[in-house]
Each structure stands twice: as structure tokens, then as C-alpha cells.
């Protein structure tokens, strides 16, 4: 009696599938004009003045509750028209899902291993698009069923902008139970856990924070090593004056000893030497590059003129004599020599003027004690 009512009941479910079947493919392809074809899962929409295009579905017969079967769709269409990316998917929480879940399927997530695929190929007679579109049977009771798969939306866009919908034939499919065939099927493992990756927001914002205050203290530290080796200013030592410079150097001249081992000869021309040297600085000449008779000429145009020029002229003609004719001086000769010497600069010293009676010169007036 249980089978009989069982192939009864197959019998009906079969034949009411049929029916389903034939109301919802019959016709071909429908025109414009046609009135829409309207399921629980889909409506089909075709605008005004345009062709529906050729669409070809197929669906397993056989399946096994809980493992993939494909709806693979084969959609013709011209050259300007394209099926929208969204037509591989049955989007989440619409009409149609709610069909197909009502009719004991589900749709597997997209990253689950069963990723929906859509392809396209132009040839000269038109263009196909193929979708590959994954469902999961799932009976509520155990045991073997017959389902139907309700007609699922297809949306194509036109060159216009137009977008029509197409609807899929309701497909009837056997779906057997995995252990139906066996007497003591042994439980199965659960599969290996798939790692679960979690984007950690507050480890980028420190991973980028230190790359960047990395770049930032590597620019500081460039910069820094660049400041450290500018060129850095000398600041003008303060030029000592002549005479200053000229009493200091034959006071030392006078400490050195020279005469004490005599080396009168070397004595003698430092102090020529020295005498040159401020006679040059004090009066605008290289003193120690000019011969006696240039240095007798050049002080010669000084105006005013110097009262100590004979003397000076003694002084550098004896040290002559003693450099190149190898006259050899006393040490009473040597001292009187830097005595003279001594005197002559401080002859030539310009007096001091007070800091209140200090102003400019005029324009164009020579300073004094140069050579006009």
C-alpha cells in the first residue's frame, strides 16, 4: 500500500511538473507584441519594437541532495546587445531567490567553492553568451524527490539602454539522498576548516604610520647632515697695524738671541726685512718685492713728505751691504741699526685723532701719508 501510494503520488508530481513545464516554455521565442510572461520567480520584459532573443537552457535530470547542479544558459543575441554581469547571479533577498528557496534549492555564496561564470563568443553570425548559474538541491525530507527548478531571470542590456528580461524554463530534476544505497553509511568527517582572514585595520594604520614617519626622519636626518655641512662663515680676523705689527716684530727681533751666538749678519736682515715689510703696508707698496732704489723712489712722491726718508735710505743701503757683499756688522752696529729702525716707525706712527674730531674725508681727497 506505501508503494503504490508513493508511485500515485510520483505520478501526479510528474505530471503537475509537466503541465508547469509546457505553460511556462511554450510559445518559442516571443515577440514584442506578446503579452509578458509572468512566474513567481520572474518576469519576462521585452521593450517595445525590439526581437527576443534565442535563449537555451539545461538542467540536470539527476542530482544528489546537498552537491552542485549547474543551470548552463545559452543566450543569442546581436552584436549590440550584452547580458549584464548580474544575470550570472540571483541576487540576494529578490523575488527569485525567494522562489528558488521556496522550491527547496539554495544558492551557494561565491567564494564557497561554486563561483557563478559567464562567457562571451562574437562570430559573424551574432553573438552568444553563456552563463553557468550553480544551484544546491535540498529536500527537506530524506529519501529521493522530484523537484522543479522555477524559471530564473536573465537581463539583457540593448544599444539603446534599454534592458529586457528573459525568464528560463521551470526544470524538473530527480534528487537522490547520498546514502540512500547503503545500508550502514559511516559518518563522514567534516571537511579541513578554511582559514579566515581578517583584515586587521588597526595594524595597517601603524604599519603606514611608521613607513611614513620612517620617511619622514630619513628626509629630517638628509636635511639635518646637509645644514650641518654648509659653508659655514669665517669671520675676518682684525688686521693688526702696521706699526704695531712692525714694534712688535723687531722686539722680538731684539729677544731673539741672534747676537748672543753670532749670527749679526742674520740679525741685521730681519730687521732690514721687517723695516721693509711695514714701510710697504704703511705706504701702499709690497715692501719686501721692491729693491732699495724703488722703495727710495716710491717714497720719494709721498705728500707729505718723510721727514726719516735719508734715514731710511742709510739703513737699507748698510743692510745691502751686508746681504750681498757679505759685510759682516759689530754688535754695537747691529744695535744701533734696530734702534734706527725703531725710530723710523714710530716717526711714520699717524698721530691719534680723538673719536669726537673723526669725520669722513671729502670726495676724492687722497688719505694721509699717500702717495698723491
Not at 759685510?327 to 673719536?355: D, F, M, N, Q, W
Request: hydrophobic residues 40%.
Amino acid at each position: 500500500m506505501r508503494a503504490a501510494g508513493r508511485a500515485v503520488a510520483l505520478a501526479a508530481f510528474f505530471g503537475g511538473a509537466a503541465a508547469w513545464g509546457q505553460a511556462a516554455g511554450g510559445g518559442g521565442a516571443t515577440d514584442a507584441g506578446a503579452p509578458e510572461r509572468v512566474w513567481a520567480s520572474c518576469t519576462e520584459h521585452i521593450p517595445k519594437g525590439a526581437s527576443r532573443p534565442a535563449l537555451d537552457a539545461s538542467f540536470p535530470d539527476r542530482g544528489t541532495s546537498g552537491y552542485e547542479a549547474r543551470l548552463e544558459v545559452v543566450v543569442s543575441h546581436g552584436g549590440g546587445e550584452s547580458v549584464l554581469p548580474e544575470a550570472v547571479r540571483v541576487q540576494r533577498g529578490s523575488d527569485a531567490e525567494r522562489a528558488v528557496k521556496a522550491a527547496g534549492f539554495e544558492i551557494p555564496h561565491e567564494d564557497g567553492g561554486s563561483p557563478f561564470a559567464l562567457s562571451v563568443e562574437k562570430s559573424a553570425s551574432g553573438t552568444k553568451t553563456r552563463l553557468s548559474i550553480p544551484f544546491v538541491p535540498l529536500p527537506r525530507e530524506p529519501g529521493r524527490h522530484l523537484m522543479v527548478l522555477p524559471p530564473v531571470p536573465v537581463m539583457v542590456a540593448r544599444a539603446s539602454g534599454e534592458v529586457m528580461t528573459l525568464c528560463t524554463e521551470a526544470h524538473r530534476i530527480v534528487v537522490e539522498d547520498p546514502i540512500a544505497n547503503e545500508t550502514d553509511p559511516p559518518v563522514k568527517l567534516n571537511p579541513p576548516p578554511r582559514p579566515q582572514r581578517e583584515e586587521w585595520t588597526l595594524a595597517k594604520q601603524i604599519f603606514y604610520g611608521a613607513l611614513a614617519a620612517l620617511g619622514a626622519g630619513a628626509l629630517f636626518g638628509w636635511l639635518l647632515h646637509r645644514w650641518s655641512k654648509r659653508p659655514k662663515p669665517v669671520l675676518p680676523v682684525p688686521k693688526v697695524l702696521p706699526w704695531i705689527a712692525a714694534l712688535a716684530e723687531l722686539a722680538e727681533i731684539r729677544r731673539s738671541g741672534l747676537l748672543d751666538v753670532g749670527q749679526n749678519d742674520v740679525f741685521c736682515d730681519r730687521t732690514s726685512d721687517c723695516l721693509r715689510k711695514y714701510l710697504g703696508e704703511r705706504y701702499g707698496f709690497d715692501g719686501l718685492e721692491s729693491t732699495t732704489a724703488e722703495i727710495r723712489d716710491k717714497l720719494r712722491r709721498i705728500e707729505p713728505p718723510i721727514e726719516s726718508r735719508k734715514s731710511i735710505g742709510e739703513i737699507l743701503e748698510e743692510s745691502d751691504l751686508v746681504k750681498f757683499a757679505r759685510l759682516v756688522p759689530t754688535r754695537e752696529e747691529c744695535g744701533r741699526l734696530i734702534g734706527r729702525a725703531e725710530t723710523i716707525v714710530h716717526e711714520t706712527t699717524p698721530p691719534a685723532r680723538p673719536a669726537a674730531a673723526s669725520a669722513a674725508p671729502a670726495a676724492g681727497a687722497a688719505p694721509p701719508g699717500r702717495a698723491a
